[in-house]
Every structure is written in structure tokens, then in C-alpha cells.
């Protein structure tokens, strides 16, 4: 079938993308899914800072590729061994497909799952075939084993999670991406508990949704960290409990005085070193430090080493929060139906699909939170 689709043939292309257009909307050929595979109609599909750096070219990805990976959608039709969904179900998309039965997905840390990685990193599904073509330029890569900027996208089934109905499309592809990376950082990967003191550096879609996990959490103290006055403001908004400027150069000494000597956890989710190195610095003696925003591929962050020892510090990755999707993503819609996780506030912008380029001018800009292509 055809199917129109955002993509990607050249990484690195000159802002403002609205010029350039990186992304071009075009009518791709999309296979029938495999047996293990499932069509999908998208709903929304999230703009997310990952999808930036694939267009500037910090994460490298094979190209041509067909870009998005944060998304809601509804079955349209199954593959012949996927018995567990049915046309007409409403899905949140996954960004990394788990096997079920490689080392970390048999330890239960689907998010680290082998095949997986190793799919996304090829671009194609989980199977190892690519379902998108363009007509006479031959295959299209996939992204993340999603490619969600698209009318329709086929995916491997393990690439998704069944939802309550109930749950407005928009919001809830937010789920997949954001709110699974944020929320997850501080409930899995730091394992917050009530009472406890955190800050959070970066307050992009997936910071301030690591803001409302805190909340929700029942952190007493939760600092933000931003260089926008206007971030700063939205955290404030949304529940922090104290607001510090990145760009003040004391703004360390102001968190370590704010918290009585820094925080038990503190979280990075801006994606450069300096942040990560701010996020070290005010973690206290004994905390955790975690970092969960992607830094370009060469960088690398020094650690002064009797500190580990001598504070108990810790240092953690977390890649998609730790999740496992198909526990996690329920518990969270439930988490939000009750009012206790405001993912609606996230929620900055719907667009479509042709002003994708300007979606993305503005989300570089820090000028939207999280926008939504919305098809109808
Ligand atoms: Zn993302
Ligand atoms: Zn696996």
C-alpha cells in the first residue's frame, strides 16, 4: 500500500530546516507486515530531541531513512503469528522491539534487548526486513523499527504495547518516548522514594516529564536546571519546588545551598557534558547520579575517582528508563487517568505533517516542549 512518510535522506543539512526542509513528505511504498508484524494507522507521533539528532547528524543512522519514533496508533491489520492484538486496538510504539529471550531481555531489562539494538542500528525491523520503498529508489531505512511520521507504519509486534481505549491518542504517544524515559529514570533506574531530594538538568519533554515521575514519586525537594528562564518557569509550574539557571556561574553552589549540600539524585537529560558534569557536582554524598540524555558519540565525561569511593557516589545510565514497556506504559496511563502524572501539560503543539521542518526549527529552538504531528 501507499502511505505518505517524513523522510530523511541527508544528515546535516543548515537550520532553519523550514528552508532547508531535511525532511521531505513523500508517498512511500509500505509492504504488508510479516508473520510477526503488525500494521498500524498513527494517530500522533511525537517530535523528540532524538529525531534532531539524527537531522543534525550528532547520532548517526543509515540513510535514506523514514523518521519517528514516539507514537500512538490503531491495529489495522495482523501478521499471521500475532494473535494478541486485533484490528482496531489502540497502541503506543516502542522505540526499541525486545526479543523475549536474549540475556537482558531474559534478566527482564527488555530496553537493553540485543536483537533489538542490533535492528535499530541496522534500520531495519526486528525481523531484519525493511517494509518501506520508495518507488524507484529501492529501500527505505527504518527508524528505531518505528518510522511514525507516516499516515501508516508496519512494525514488529514486540515494537508495541496494547492501551485503555479510553486514553486521547495524542497524549498517549507520548507515552512511548518521553514519559517511558523521564518517569522511568526516577522510578526504575534511581528507584526514588517518597521524601526523597532530587534536581533535574534539561527540561525538555523528557526532563519535565522526569519532573512529574518525581512528584508522583513524592520527592520533597525537586530543583530544576535549564538555561531558559521560560523552562524554568513551566517547571515551576508543574511542581518543582526550586528553579536554578544553568547559565548563572555559581549555579552549583546555589543547588548545594538550596539542598544542604546537593541532592540524593540528581538527573541529566540535556545531553552535553557540561550538564552532566553539573548533575555530579551537585549529587551529595552517597547519591546517585543519573544521566539518561544522549551526548554526541565522541564525547566522553572524567569522574574525579576517590570521590566514588569516598562519597559512595553512584553513577547510572538509563536508556528508556529502565522500562519494561508492557508492565510500565499501563501503570503510567493509569498514573496519568487519575490526575497524578499531567502528560497533558507536556503537550505544546499538534501539527501536520507538512510543517514537520518547522516543528522541528522550534523544538531546537526550545520553543515547544512536546508537539504532536496528528493525522487525521
Ligand atoms: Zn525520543
Ligand atoms: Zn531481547
Given amino acids: 500500500m501507499k502511505t505518505r512518510a517524513a523522510v530523511l535522506d541527508r544528515m546535516g543539512m543548515d ?11 513523500r508517498t512511500i511504498e509500505l ?5 510477526d508484524e503488525v500494521l498500524i494507522r498513527i494517530a500522533a507521533a511525537g517530535l523528540c530531541h532524538s529525531d534532531l539528532s539524527v537531522i543534525n547528524g550528532d547520532r548517526p543512522r543509515p540513510m535514506p531513512m523514514a523518521l519517528g519514533h514516539e507514537a500512538s496508533g490503531i491495529v489495522e491489520e495482523t501478521g499471521s503469528n500475532v494473535h494478541d492484538l486485533q484490528r482496531g486496538d489502540h497502541v503506543v510504539v516502542v522505540f526499541v522491539p525486545s526479543c523475549g529471550h536474549c540475556p537482558p531481555c531474559a534478566e527482564g531489562r527488555p530496553a537493553l ?50 492501551i485503555d481505549p479510553e486514553i486521547a491518542l495524542d497524549e498517549a504517544a507520548l507515552f512511548g518516548c518521553a514519559v517511558l524515559t523521564g518517569v522511568g529514570a526516577v522510578v526504575n533506574t534511581a528507584q526514588v522514594r517518597a521524601g526523597a531530594s532530587t534536581a533535574i538538568i534539561g527540561l525538555g519533554g523528557v526532563g519535565l516529564a522526569a519532573l512529574i515521575g518525581a512528584r508522583a514519586a513524592g520527592a520533597r525537594t525537586i530543583v ?16 518543582a519546588t526550586h528553579a536554578v539557571d544553568a547559565r548563572d556561574p555559581d549555579a552549583k553552589d546555589q543547588v548545594r ?20 558534569e553539573l548533575a555530579y557536582a551537585i549529587t551529595r554524598r552517597g547519591g546517585t547520579t543519573v544521566t539518561a540524555g544522549l551526548p554526541p558519540s565522541a564525547a566522553s565525561f572524567g569522574i574525579p575517582a576517590v570521590s566514588l569511593v569516598a562519597e559512595e557516589r553512584t553513577v547510572k545510565g538509563s536508556y528508556i528508563g529502565t522500562c519494561v514497556p508492557a508492565r510500565d506504559i499501563p501503570r503510567y496511563l493509569e498514573l496519568y487517568k487519575q490526575g497524578r502524572l499531567p502528560v497533558d501539560r ?31
Avoid at 525481523?127 to 528505531?144: F, T
Avoid at 507536556?346 to 520553543?367: M, Q, T, Y
Fill in 15 to 25: 537550520l532553519p530546516y523550514a528552508a532547508s526542509r531535511p525532511l521531505t513528505i
Fill in 31 to 35: 509492504d504488508p507486515p510479516g508473520p
Fill in 113 to 162: 534487548c540485543e536483537p533489538g539494538a542490533a535492528a535499530n542500528g541496522a534500520g531495519t525491523l526486528l525481523s531484519g526486513a525493511r517494509r518501506i520503498h520508495h518507488d524507484h529508489e529501492g529501500v527505505l531505512n527504518h527508524h528505531l523499527g518505528c518510522s511514525v511520521f507516516a499516515e501508516y507504519a508496519v512494525v514488529s509486534r514486540r515494537s508495541l504495547v496494547r
Fill in 224 to 239: 530544576a536546571i535549564d538555561l531558559s528562564p521560560a523552562k524554568l518557569e513551566e517547571a515551576m509550574a508543574l511542581g
Fill in 257 to 276: 545551598a538550596l539542598t544542604g549540600g546537593g541532592v540524593e539524585y540528581a538527573f541529566e537529560f540535556a545531553g552535553a557534558i557540561r550538564a552532566l
Fill in 346 to 376: 507536556l503537550l505544546s503543539g499538534r501539527l501536520a505533517l507538512d510543517d514537520i521542518n518547522h516543528g522541528f526549527d522550534l523544538l531546537h529552538e526550545g520553543k515547544a516542549v512536546r508537539q504532536v504531528v496528528v493525522f487525521d
